[in-house]
């Protein structure tokens, strides 16, 4: 009998052994000083740094003059230690809104001489929106978590985790981070989804709240709509400015507004691909003062 327990025995330590090798390592503790910017890696449990970080500056961002000083003192008031609000970036597509929030991150990184990082969310990943937060709450920077295109389907409970992690679980938002999300939507949420509840609901009132109460948890709502023509065109001859393209005015006016009419929109989007064409066309490489 003995010997067969001991033979049980080493095949268990075998086993578990085996299993310790097959499992992933433990992540390391970020090193928040690598990178300004941080990409959230919910299966590995851990944040990859951003070396190069994808955006425009922020003058070039027109059209949005009113939404982008908000969000800006926002963003200065969060670095520097002071009461802010979670913030939702909301309505056309195009319009810049995740482009504003890098810029404002550079813009006050750069201003502030803060340690403020900038850690982004996939959508699909915001149930591990409050592991995320325990990681960051104890580090000695400020952080903005942000969620480009965010938005919740039919049967979709992951909102629930975003709404505890906000400022609705026992713990709280961490005093050092800050939520910034882009969507189309101004409630997160379709609204045939919203219109399905009010009309299945035992109680429509009470459903129709539990859903839209998600969009309560950011203090401030900015507004981005389609531009105007204008709008647009000041667009286009800021990039063309800035990138020193060489194109007659008036020739630039009658062929970004074509670009515009075969596209069938205007805005910041539009304007962009239609400055990377341009240049292309032109042989000259979208480099600052080119």
Known sequence: MTDAIAALNAKLDRLVAAMERMA???PQAPDFAAAECFVWDANLGALAPVPVVNRVEIALI??????????LDNTRRFAEGLPANNVLLWGARGMGKSSLVKASHATVATETGTPLKLIEIHREDIDALPRLMHILKSADARFI?????LSFDQDDTSYKSLKAAL????????????FYATSNRRHLLP?????NERSTAINPSEAVEEKVSLSDRFGLWLGFHKCSQDDYLAMVEGYVRHF???????????DSLEWATTRGSRSGRVAWQYVNDLAGRLGQRLEAGS
């Open 191 to 195: 609204r045939d989804m919203i219109e």
């Open 62 to 71: 027109r059209g949005v003059d009113r939404v982008r000083d908000i969000l």
């Open 244 to 254: 020193g393209l060489e194109i007659d005015p008036e020739e630039l006016r009658r």
């Open 167 to 178: 400022d609705g679980g026992v713990e709280g938002r961490p005093d050092n981070v800050i």
């Open 145 to 149: 978590v942000f969620c480009d295109d």
């Open 24 to 26: 992933p390592p433990e």
